[in-house]
């Protein structure tokens, strides 16, 4: 039985280790460590592949350090060296992989490759120590919205899960980012899209909602920016009045953002919903970045009240939400499988369809 992991998170441009316990079937956080090289890849206003793996060699070997020192434990307790396989950038992928490989031989501890998509997901058993958390049980839907996946899955249990839907081009994450970049905002975009979205009305532009009420669970946020592209250059009549109160251009920024994002949470909202419902399921797990977004939160909790089924919704507080390597050490926990080390081979197009 393994009661302490390492997790080792490398997939795009933040640098993660975490340990985590499992006691009494519950997993707790011993220590969490996240280096991004978000504000350095800000200044290019995207991630340059090259630039990210480059960081990633600077940082991996203090942020597993720092990890362990904070754990409070010795190298000779961790039972086991769990690691991000992918999807991902490959580069930056490489330098988790190899450095787990390493560590995984000489300090003679099982390797644990996971899958970046399902760790996300597995940040929804993490013990959190929220007042009232509900950890998950089966069946569940799975909705996992980042900055480069959009899926809808049917959990049955650890490790069996059926693909529903997904996106046919943009993920929700990325369309964020594309949004705020047109709009000239700094990346990533999708928190600056939210902050600014509050003061603004989401009624102010029509935008479109591709897909929405197909008969499937795919999704199709490619055609927003185009949308949004002729919004900004050529911004239509307001449909209705911002607030009262700060500059025209604040206003018109704000109303915009709010649009974008609603644009956005609407067809995650039916499609989930629509989900569960079909496959007579009553919880929701969300995951992935864009789940730090408090207007889908609300929106997909408002909508799960009124059904039939008094969905329930969990998500995991903010800082699991986005890449983190205590969500890949929970995952091991449930559905790792040791292998040997020199065989394990970064994959940046693993996927959730097998
Ligand atoms: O899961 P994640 O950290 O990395 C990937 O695996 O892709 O997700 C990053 C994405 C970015 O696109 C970022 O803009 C988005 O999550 N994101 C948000 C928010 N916080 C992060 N999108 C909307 N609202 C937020 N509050
Ligand atoms: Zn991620």
Redesign the pocket.
């Known amino acids: 039985m393994l009661k302490y992991i390492l997790g080792i998170e490398t997939?795009?441009d933040e640098t993660a280790a975490a340990v985590l316990e499992k006691n009494n079937g519950r997993i707790k956080i011993l220590s969490n460590i996240v280096a991004s090289s978000a504000n350095l890849q800000s200044i290019y206003g995207g991630i340059i592949p090259e630039q990210a793996a480059r960081e990633q060699i600077k940082s991996i070997i203090p942020v597993i350090e720092e990890s362990i020192k904070n754990s409070g434990l010795r190298v000779n307790e961790i039972d086991a060296i769990a690691v991000t396989q992918g999807p991902g950038l490959i580069g930056s992928l490489l330098v988790g992989v190899e450095t787990a490989k390493t560590l995984s031989v000489v300090w003679n501890k099982p390797l644990i490759p996971v899958n970046?998509l399902l760790g996300?997901f597995y940040a929804n058993w993490i013990d959190y120590g929220g007042p009232q958390q509900t950890i998950p049980s089966f069946p569940c839907i799975g909705l996992l919205v980042?900055?480069?996946?959009t899926d809808l899955v049917l959990f049955k249990n650890h490790g069996k899960y059926k693909y529903l839907g997904g996106t046919r081009d943009d993920a929700a994450?990325?369309c964020?980012?594309k949004c705020a970049r047109i709009l000239g905002l700094p990346y990533?975009?999708?928190?600056e899209?939210?902050r600014l979205a509050r003061s603004g009305n989401p009624k102010s532009y029509h935008l479109p909602r591709p897909m929405i009420d197909s008969n499937d669970f795919d999704f199709s946020f490619s055609g927003l920016k185009t949308a949004v592209s002729t919004m900004v250059t050529h911004p239509p009549a307001p449909l209705s009045a911002g607030p009262d109160g700060g500059s025209l251009m604040t206003h018109h920024i704000s109303n915009m953002c709010a649009c974008i994002q609603q644009a956005i949470i609407d067809p995650l909202v039916k499609k989930t919903i629509k989900a569960a419902m079909s496959c007579g399921v009553k919880q929701v797990l969300v995951a992935?970045?864009?789940a730090?977004?408090n207007k889908l939160m609300d929106d997909l909790k408002l909508e799960s009240d009124l059904t039939r089924l008094k969905i329930n919704v969990l998500c995991p507080p903010p800082h699991l939400?986005?890449?983190n390597a205590a969500m890949i050490a929970s995952a091991a926990f449930f559905v790792g499988k040791e292998v040997v080390p020199e065989k394990l081979q970064a994959n940046p197009n693993l996927s959730l369809v097998y």
């Open positions: 997939s795009c970046h996300h980042s900055g480069g996946h994450g990325e964020f980012d990533p975009g999708g928190p899209i939210s992935g970045g864009v730090a977004n939400c986005t890449d």
